[in-house]
């Protein structure tokens, strides 16, 4: 059965924008949609709170704690966040759309995955958490389910629910966070802890699972496995896909050491040192299949170019035995004659096979000189210097005989300030020794000034901002007084404060002078319509009807907005009319007994009166009902039975 057909927002439009077309997943707190935004004509995806959390504060601040934590977060490995908002009992997230899957499906369908594949998962999702925690928020909840790979190949870091700022302590009366095989030892002992060594331990249990196909602590109850997070290092890799290289278990360990004081400071930390053990790995280590693999994987190794070295042979020219020697540089002893030899004849120029064979000896002199010439020790490697400062890159390159040559500076978003950003060649690349090495130094992130657009009209204070360097982040929208509708009337953070280059930006949009909905259930849809409109609304009648027996049929069974909300000028109510009270046949109850009677009316929908008069007072059997068996009454109607 179809369960997204029972679904009551699939079809439905939310916010007078958002047209809800499938359901994708449901989790414990919301629902999360494919929708398509009717303004923009994008398809996105609608994150919807369940309505029956919606009236609890705490969830809702949650709710929009995520919201505004990545509206904050403009960075590509990152789900971006529209719009935020309301529509009756719905609270939403407007998310970008992802076609593709989670990390969790790749596990489940392949098992343990190669070296290069895992690295290649993990380092966009350390910068995702890197920016998060260079913008002051930890995500607390990194599991393969929050690792979304698009059918392009990008990676994206989802659900921000458990988002917190680094400096503050969540109340939690004693309650976990997170999901129990990734919490760190901290989480456990101090539920509401934030720290970015949180994500950095989540990562590296992540990684060992990627690694190995299995969680690296297990147990028949999340008891057990929180006492192993407490008590038990997480096992190297290698202890399960033998022959993995070891700079891999180094790196699990490092991500995971229980003492969060010899965890990597936070992801970007994290991100160095997965990179540097990337460079100290070779391509055989790198796309080595691990035997827990659900299917053995293509190699590439006809990919890869391989030169392959052997020895030469030349074959003999063939001689002439009727004519003169076959030419200069070729000795040859010459047939016995009776006489004096015959002087050679001489040609005018050289035969095309002595060509052939000179050129053949001079490959292979070539070629002999070239292996001796790379295996006389003229090569060597670049060392990994990515993360060093540039003093310390300049001592590793010249101990590995190196020179240093141009350096330049630029921005960089994750690679602090003073260490180097890239090398030319990179890291572990073959080069001559005495060659020089161009290295890239950070400046630390580019800073800008967010510019002041308050009253601004909003594609205005786009275009500001991007002009400023900046980027546009989620829109909010809320009422004001002051502040004409449509217009800025406060941006997060505010005009005037500096900000890294790239930032998003929250922007709070004007809704205007707000507008008290007034009640039109029971009027007539013209009239509802003029009251509506004259308030400042506008009017859209749905296409379903619903029973109702207190509105005549053709009349306002149900609007929404209710009334007594607030809305703003221009907003949309839609009015449900009614088909009028739903009729139920009357079962016949003559002649049964009092109780009998009841019971069978009421099941049946209606309520029940008695009349008993003088001459019932004592008696127990129904004589006459006020609508005859048979019939049809409204349901919820009044009954009357006489009893004699």
Request: with cysteine; charged share 25%; net charge negative.
């Amino acid at each position: 059965m179809d369960t997204t057909l029972q679904d009551p927002l699939v079809g439905q439009v939310l916010d007078g924008r958002y047209r809800v077309d499938a359901r994708i997943a449901v989790g414990g707190m919301a629902t999360v949609y494919r929708a398509l935004d009717t303004r923009l004509d994008r398809v996105l995806a609608l994150k919807v709170m369940h309505p029956a959390l919606a009236a609890d504060g705490t969830f809702v601040e949650r709710f929009i704690r995520e919201a505004k934590s990545v509206a904050r977060l403009a960075h590509p490995n990152v789900v971006q966040v529209f719009d935020q908002g309301t529509d009756g009992s719905y609270v939403y997230l407007a998310m970008e759309y992802i076609a593709g899957c989670t990390l969790r499906d790749v596990l489940r369908d392949r098992g343990a995955l190669q070296p290069r594949a895992a690295l290649d998962i993990l380092e966009p999702v350390l910068a995702a958490l890197g920016a998060a925690h260079r913008a002051g928020f930890v995500h607390r909840d990194m599991k393969p389910e929050n690792v979304l790979i698009g059918d392009d190949g990008r990676v994206k870091v989802a659900d921000f629910g458990l988002v917190r700022s680094v400096d503050t302590v969540t109340s939690t009366t004693g309650a976990v966070l997170g999901t129990v095989s990734y919490l760190a030892p901290e989480q456990i002992e101090q539920p509401g802890a934030a720290d970015p060594r949180v994500d950095v331990y989540a990562c590296g249990v992540v990684l060992h699972e990627m690694l190995t196909g299995e969680k690296p602590h297990d147990g028949d109850s999340p008891a057990i496995v929180l006492y192993k997070h407490l008590h038990e290092d997480v096992p190297p890799p290698s202890a399960l896909v033998p022959g993995l290289a070891y700079e891999l278990d180094e790196l699990v360990a490092s991500a995971t050491a229980r003492n969060p004081g010899l965890r990597p400071y936070d992801a970007v930390a994290l991100l160095a040192q997965s990179r540097e053990a990337r460079s100290r790995l070779s391509d055989d280590q790198l796309d080595a299949v691990p035997p827990q693999a659900a299917s053995v994987a293509h190699d590439r190794a006809e990919d890869r170019t391989s030169v392959l070295p052997r020895a030469l042979s030349v074959r003999p020219l063939p001689v002439d035995e009727d004519g003169p020697e076959p030419g200069a540089g070729i000795l040859r002893t010459s047939r016995l004659e009776s006489g004096p030899p015959l002087p050679p004849r001489r040609r005018t120029r050289p035969p095309g096979r002595v060509y052939a064979l000179v050129a053949a000896v001079l490959l292979v002199l070539g070629v002999g000189a070239g292996v001796w010439y790379i295996n006389s020790g003229q090569f060597t490697k670049v060392p990994p210097v990515l993360e060093k400062t540039e003093a310390q890159a300049r001592d590793r390159l010249e101990a590995a005989g190196l020179e240093v040559g141009k350096v330049r500076h630029e921005y960089s978003d994750t690679v602090k300030r003073g260490t180097v950003v890239s090398t030319d060649p990179e890291p572990g690349a073959r080069i001559r020794d005495n060659d020089s090495v161009k290295l890239v130094i950070s400046d630390g992130p580019e800073t800008v000034e967010v510019p002041d657009v308050q009253d601004y009209r909003l594609d205005k204070a786009r275009t500001a901002l991007k002009q400023d360097g900046l980027e546009p982040g989620m829109v909010t929208r809320e009422f004001s007084d002051e502040v004409e509708r449509g217009s800025v009337i406060s941006t997060d953070p505010a005009g005037g404060t500096e900000r890294r280059a790239g930032s998003a930006v929250a922007i709070v949009v004007s809704k205007g002078s707000p507008i008290d909905v007034p009640d039109v259930t029971g009027e007539s849809v013209e009239d509802a319509t003029a009251d509506l409109e004259e308030a400042g609304l506008k009017v859209k009648v749905s296409s379903e009807e619903i029973n109702s027996a207190d509105v005549d049929k053709g009349a306002v069974a149900r609007q929404t907005p209710e009334d007594g909300t607030t809305a703003a000028e221009g907003d949309t109510v839609t009015l449900t009319l009614s088909k009028g009270p739903e009729m139920v046949e009357v079962p016949d109850v003559v002649g049964d007994s009092v109780d009998d009677a009841k019971a069978e009316l009421e099941d049946a929908g209606f309520e029940v009166d008695e009349d008993r008069g003088l001459l019932g007072l004592f008696g127990d059997t129904v004589k006459k009902q006020s609508v005859e068996g048979g019939e049809s009454a409204p349901k919820g109607s009044k009954i009357t039975i006489t009893i004699r």
